[in-house]
């Protein structure tokens, strides 16, 4: 009896649990699926997810090395990492995974995120909101486009997908680029029509935005690379849709103040000017795996200099990108400010270090200083000095006379000779990034918005829209826009580099504004203010010039802003300038470059009728040149 | 020194406890022995059909109640067993051989025992003896080597253990690792690297399907069932094992001296065009101004590269010139030893106290044991405390109730890891990263942040103490069962097994650490991390066991249910304001709030019905069935639930008329098995297609948000497949075990072939889906192996003996077809009739000379830019152009085509010397490609300049990013090797000395362990990798002293 109860007992105990229905059931706890997305809730969170993909251009190494190297603007410094993106070595190639592959791949990912949310809002969305219904659709019609706009301006023409995936899908032919443009024109002409002139939140993307896009998108296909597909209202287009942003929108009054960051969320990120900006801030827990890293790419090496070292207010130096001799000559540096402001020249004193030098009795300026240190903690410590070419001051004995350790681009050796104190590591850096309100020196992750589209821009776009029309001085009236405002305005202070480079006398602080105006002379052949535009050989006819006069003046508005190899590819100039003004890039640079290659992960894993791609139909998939 | 001295004060108060031993009225008694005349203590004394017994005491002496004409059974562990009928004499003394033949060795065979000779699947088997042959930190190295068709790979690192892999690796995506059991009870809180190896009584590795089926879904990697220790009846017998273990850091690679390296970074320089004079002519001589340039950035570096010149004007750099040349020496510059404090002699205490006691009613067996580990390298070390506790309560005749409850807690210190591109996974790599030239420390004692000026190399030497990573585990296991005997051979028997484990790892970085920065701005860092586990298995019983005539059969049915519960939190902060709060006070930091958190739930189930039919025909024909039906959460709605299979032959023919008379054969028994398997190592909710958290704002107005897939971070998305099901895998398993010559030749072989199919596989979906991930059932996998177990006693006679055991495992796995039937997944890295892991690229075939110009001229007319001294790989269509799509082929495979272990054993009278030998062969791992920038530390190699026209590694270039042209192809090396594990000398001390001490045994040994290494690729040991992973040449060698003790 003892013995057939303990049995029953533990039988039922036993099959008590294990019997009830659900036991096998798969609990939703902490995990959410695609579900989320039938409701209001879980479109909120797909748009939130879909503009996060906005910082991916500022994330890492990849924001500079499809954008700004292997360019005349920019080659590189000492970092060599991403080098061949510079140099075109064959290491850029189809398999390339450290900044081609995710290019794409992440393209692709927000594409299908824009897609779901695009096909799901119509229905989950109510009709009582219909201002937040087409909002967030404009939004996403916008983000779509942006992204098959990187695409296209990467990579030629490339598959298109519109609607969400499900499945393990893998045939995806290549669209010709006309079709990507359209489907771009298309979803950005949604969006201007959706979306509110005025956002809810900063950061939202607005009218303004997609009007600037539109106007770029037409220009893009009116320019010379998409010659073949250009259609004939591109060029009206343009002008008409950056007009529309302009009459909306104002100007910062000084070049200086878009990069004026002097605190977390700073005013200079929500000025008028900004139309689009990836949105970044110093909360870690929202900074996500990369932050924006692009204040350590532009840095030159500073901490072996004497009274220096690594500090947050100058960064981490990766010296990845070095100005090219272009870059410092095609500024008119006594009179556009724009240089000196987008440039550290100096560098103040952070450690009274054994090693500042002291004044001696042939170089100091009063008696009393010989034996003192030159400068101590919070004085200049180092000058670079952006000199020209026929400027023979920079002796040692004349640097000497100077309290702060001076770097000349341009000195005089002791037997007379031409050299300079310029390296791979040690050049002037661009500073429009700066992030010192980092956790700590050694955080990469930075609390800058990163800048997608500024008014700056949409005039330079609608300048090139008119000119490219033949409407020169149409177009000259926004480019001395432009220009006037990057003159210096009277009574600023151009910084102790500018007084000794441009060898201009402390007192001067006159206004500069009336030798920035440009007129037609600026792209005529023959003229003094022509040959100041350093045009390539063989540039010589108007329109031409116009173009390179373009080209230009958006490297001084616009250096080091993530846009140049598309705006060089764009006006297939890329190959010309690029042999003649990037030193390092010269020797590989081949015609095939101007566009990139296709990642060989997608060609692997494509398929034709559900057979993978033979190599010779991946060859014939691959841009030209790449195989 | 410490632990030393309780050691010893721990010996000498077992020796004052004088063992009482309990009296009886004597009607026999005497003295058991062992064939050398030494009296066995603790051997069993059984009156025959009875359950009357006892044990003898620690001289060996029994006495028992017996009458003439009754049968005394005479056993004692390792030993034959002797009966003797009881006549006049009252007393009867015995001599016990050794125990040669392990035919009746029992074993363990899931859901109960079989005779050994009964067994009918690949079943490998390891006892205590074996396991603790070398002192070991886990279970899973004391198994390495000794059972075939096991692959063990190691790791170094305190706390850690290597990956196991039985017949190789199967599923492509799905798990690989075994299924462990320990006492019955499935292990689903963690793994086994958490029980004390003296603890375990014997270990089962259940190969084929045949013997793992019965596990059902979780059967197709294989089953290690782990058995801890009992109490025994008999006399109470306290066990002591103790080992000290001292081991060393070698470094197998070479590495520049200061002098060197600065010629290396000269050469890195000269080949980019930077070592120029004024006029633009490379110097091929050493330039004091040009070096200052690329040295001169740390002043203490640069004092040791200026003592290779000698100077007229130091200050100026104005060198003395011969020939118009600066006076250079480089070997006058000092060399600094970085490492030295980096090393250390790495100590492994490990002691474990044991109680086996019993009576018919009560068994009980009780340990406790401390194993304490420090590393070869500062900062990496480990600490556990192991409990177990096994009682067995024998109520009445028909109901038993007992449990075995482990309990530990670790400890571990898991020591530095290096962050960002350049980061190192230990200290030691870390520091053999600095320079040479530099010092870590300047004249002054300041420390150096970059020493040597490079401003990506920083010093971190102090990161010792300043980076801890500490993680604790308290684990209980129990396993707890009741018995109903119910009617003559039928039981019922009810197991619940607990399973509960909570992970803690705290982590904090001082600001000052390397990875923090260490400058005046950095901030500190902590995070902590917690993780529990739930889970338990219960399970239900019938066992029925028949006997008629010559038939046997035995049945056993099975109910189980299973569930697995994870619940984690994490947490980290910067910017605290006290570093002795460690990671205990996250919430003072001077930020204001965390940096970021969260929590995470998890949560598995299975379910399970079995049946197996053991039926035996006169001892000689065997037949077992099995089928298991199991239904799992984790898999999708209609699939959870499938059947698994399983029979098996054996015919002992020794056992037939025409072999009995052959007296040499003792045993021959051929085996053969059939049986499907399944592995369900999916992660649960992988079916729903999760979404991926993403963080944002406005302003700084949070905006969390939710995507289907995001490539640039940490989880890049699934698509979700509503139609997952069970990954399957038939073998078929065929066998031979033998005994030959009374004993002297013992072993199996086995042949397998694993169709796995239905694989579960995680593929990397065309990208332009958006997504990284799905998992999908689909392709076949085949395994085919042959594995060979052989035991020999090569000389034996009365003083001396030698035996060898061999072990040797030869796995063959390729890929039958995938996604797209036989069609290779290029993007995934797999291929048809290829090996699982393998690595598909161009493939090196040696430098570009500079009289290769006009071939080179060639490709670098079609989009190559090859220079003399860069990589030249192989051009497989032979067009002239290298290309991703044509020119890319398998280079090798990652796991070893076969592995092999060889045990030798000399015992002379007292002493035991023994050698183990283990090998793997065949397979490539990763490591040795040199950046070869000239910016870096890395290995010495013979690298190429227009004077050195090398072919085994390109030209240094200073400008070459960390990676020259087809960098990868230096990557993949000949991972096989020969060790020598270790080599071992013991003494048994003499059993009339150590009686008079009150001990029944006391060895005492010395071992030396890796002793010898043989590689391939001489500055690399294999042996730290198993499947991609890259190898190090960083190995540990080191030397034991230790004693077993009982009394």
Known sequence: MKKLLITVLLVVTGFFYSCSDNFLEEEMVSTLTQQRYDSPDGIEELVNGAYEGLRFHFNYEWAYALTDYGTDTFTNGGGVDQVHWNTYSAILGPAETANLKPFWDNMYAQINTANIGIQKIPTVLPDSDMILKNTRLGELHFLRAFNYFKLVTQFGGVPITINPITSDVSEFPRASTSEVFKLIEEDFLKAESLLPATPAQTGRITKAAAQHFLAKMYLTRASEQYADITQGSDLENAGKFADLVISSRTLAPDYQDIFNYNKVNAPNETISEVLLSAQFDNTIALQGRYSNQTHMYFLSVYRNFPGMTRNLENGREFQRLRPTDYTMDIFDRKSDSRFYKSFQTTYICALNSTNIPKWTAANAPTPAQVGQPKFKIGETAVAMIVNSKNDTRFTAAYKNTFAPLILARYTVNSTGAQATDYDLSTYPSLSKYNDPFRANLGEAKGTRDGILARLGETYLIAAEAYGRQGNYSKALTYLNTLRSRAAYKAGQNRGFAYYISENVPTTETTSTVSSMVATEASFTDGTVESAKELYPAGVTSKPQMFIHFILNERARELLGEFYRWVDLARTKTLIQRTKTFNNEAAPNIKEHHAIRPIPQSFLDSSTKNGIPLTPDEKTNMQNPGYN | ?1047
Do not use: C
């Open chain 2, 1 to 1047: 020194m410490k632990n030393k001295f309780s050691l010893l004060l721990l010996l000498t108060f077992f020796a004052l406890m004088h063992t009482s031993g309990y009296a009886q009225s004597k009607v026999v008694k005497g003295t058991i022995s062992d064939v050398t005349g030494l009296p066995i203590p603790g051997a069993n004394v059984l009156l025959k059909g009875t359950k009357q017994g006892t044990s003898t005491d620690f001289d060996g002496k029994y006495s028992i109640n017996a009458s003439a004409g009754q049968v005394l059974v005479f056993s004692s562990t390792g030993s034959k067993t002797v009966e003797v009928t009881v006549g006049q004499n009252s007393e009867i003394n015995v001599k016990l051989a050794e125990e040669i033949s392990q035919l009746n060795e029992i074993v363990v065979v899931g859901y109960g025992t079989q005779k050994k000779s009964d067994v009918t699947g690949a079943i490998g088997s390891i006892n205590a003896a074996k396991l603790n042959a070398s002192p070991i930190q886990n279970v899973l190295q004391g198994v390495q080597g000794k059972v075939a068709g096991i692959d063990i790979s190691s790791n170094s690192r305190p706390g850690e253990i290597g990956s196991i892999r039985i017949r190789g690796n199967r599923s492509i995506s799905g798990e690989n690792g075994p299924l462990y059991v320990v006492d019955g009870v499935p292990l689903q809180s963690g793994g086994i690297e958490m029980f004390s190896a003296s603890d375990v009584e014997s270990i089962e590795v259940l190969k084929d399907a045949s013997a793992t089926a019965i596990y059902g879904s979780r059967g197709s990697n294989g089953v290690i069932l782990v058995t801890t220790k009992k109490g025994k009846t008999g006399k109470a017998q306290i066990t002591l094992d103790s080992t000290t273990t001292f081991e060393t850091l070698t470094d197998l690679a070479d590495y520049y001296d200061a002098g060197g390296y600065a010629e290396y970074r000269r050469d890195a320089l000269r080949y980019a065009g930077l070592y120029k004079d004024g006029a633009g002519n490379t110097l091929n001589y050493a330039d004091p101004n040009l070096d200052f340039k690329y040295f001169g950035a740390d002043k203490t570096a640069w004092e040791n590269i200026s003592a290779g010149y000698t100077w007229v004007d130091k200050a100026n750099r104005v060198p003395v010139l011969t020939n118009g040349i600066p006076a250079y020496d480089g070997s006058k510059i000092p060399t600094t030893d970085w490492t030295k404090d980096v090393v250390q002699t790495g100590v492994i205490q490990n002691h474990t106290l044991g109680i086996s006691m019993g009576t018919d009613k009560i068994k009980t067996y009780a340990s406790a044991g401390v194993l304490n580990q420090t590393g070869t390298i500062p900062g990496q070390d480990f600490r556990r405390y192991t409990g177990l506790l096994s009682v067995e309560l024998k109520a009445t005749d028909w109901f038993t109730m007992g449990g075995t409850i482990n309990f530990n807690y670790s400890i571990q210190n898991y020591g530095y890891t290096g962050s960002g591109s350049r980061g190192s996974a230990q200290l030691y790599g870390a520091v053999r990263g600095q320079f040479p030239f530099a010092q870590p420390y300047d004249a002054d004692g300041n420390f150096i942040f970059n020493p040597g000026g490079s401003i990506n190399v920083i010093n971190p030497i102090r990161d010792k103490d300043l980076v801890i990573n500490e993680r604790t585990t308290s684990r209980m296991f129990g396993s707890f069962f009741a018995e109903i005997k119910l009617a003559q051979g039928l039981k019922f028997k009810t197991i619940f097994g607990p399973d509960i484990r909570n992970w803690r790892n705290g982590q904090f970085q001082f600001a000052e650490s390397s990875i923090r920065g260490g400058t005046a701005t950095s901030t500190n860092y902590a995070s902590l991390n917690k993780v529990e586990n739930v889970s338990w298995t219960l399970e239900n019983l019938i066992y029925y066991d028949k006997k008629i005539d010559k038939h046997s059969i035995g049945v056993t049915l099975l109910q189980s249910s299973s569930n697995r519960k994870s619940e984690g939190s994490t947490m980290t902060a910067t910017d605290l304001p006290y570093d002795s709060q460690l990671w205990y006070n996250l919430g003072s930091t001077n930020r204001g709030a965390l940096d970021g958190w969260g929590s995470s739930y998890v949560k598995q189930s299975l379910n399970s019905y079995m049946a197996r039919i053991n039926y035996s025909f006169a001892d000689k024909y065997l037949f077992t069935a099995t089928g298991r039906y199991d239904g799992s959460s984790v898999l999708s709605e209609g699939n959870k639930w499938d059947f698994f299979p399983s029979a098996s032959l054996g015919w002992k023919v020794n056992e037939e008329n025409f072999l009995k008379e052959v007296s040499w054969i003792e045993q021959l028994k051929l085996r053969a098995g059939i049986g499907t398997v399944g592995n369900q190592a999916v992660d649960p909710y992988g079916t729903a297609g999760g979404l991926v958290a993403t963080q944002y704002l406005f302003g700084s107005t949070p905006a969390k948000g939710f995507v289907t897939g995001d490539p640039k971070g940490t989880n890049t998305g699934s698509i979700p497949n509503k139609d997952l099901g069970w990954e399957k895998t038939k073998q078929l398993n065929f066998g031979v075990d033998f005994g030959f010559l009374n004993g002297r030749i013992t072993g199996s072989v086995d042949y397998y072939i694993a169709d796995t199919f239905d694989i579960l596989l995680d593929k990397a979906p065309n990208s332009v889906t958006g997504y990284g991930n799905i998992t999908i059932n689909a392709g076949k996998t085949r395994n085919k192996g042959v594995e060979l177990q052989l035991s020999t006693i090569n000389v034996e006679n009365k003083d001396f003996r030698w035996t060898s055991d061999i072990t040797f495992t030869q796995n063959k796995t390729e890929i039958v077809s995938l996604v797209n039937g036989k069609v290779d997944d290029i993007v995934n890295n797999r291929f048809i009739g290829q090996p699982i892991s393998i690595r598909y690229d161009y493939k090196k075939i040696g430098i570009w000379q500079t009289e290769d110009a006009a071939e080179m001229a060639i490709y670098n007319s079609n989009g190559s830019t090859y220079k003399a001294g860069d990589i030249r790989v192989e051009d497989v269509n032979n067009d002239g152009r290298i290309d991703a799509n044509n020119d890319r082929q398998i280079i090798g495979q990652y796991d070893p085509k076969w592995t092999a272990g060889f045990i030798n054993t000399f015992n002379y009278k007292n002493f035991e010397l023994s050698a183990f030998i283990f090998t793997r062969w065949g397979q490539i791992v990763n490591g040795g490609a040199a950046e070869l920038s000239g910016q870096f530390v890395e290995r010495k190699v013979n690298y190429w300049t227009p004077d050195n026209p090398s072919n085994e590694y390109p030209a240094a270039n200073y400008n070459n990013g960390g990676q020259p042209i087809h960098y990868s192809t230096m990557n993949y090396q000949d991972g096989s090797f020969v060790k020598v594990r270790y080599i071992s000398l013991g003494y048994d001390m003499p059993k009339d000395v150590i009686s008079k001490l009150g001990m029944t045994k006391l060895k005492l040994f010395a071992q030396a362990l890796n002793p010898f290494l043989y590689s391939k690729t001489s500055y690399l040991d294999a042996d730290s990798s198993y499947t991609n992973g890259a190898a190090s040449s960083v190995t540990n060698r080191g030397f034991v002293i230790g004693l077993n003790a009982a009394f």
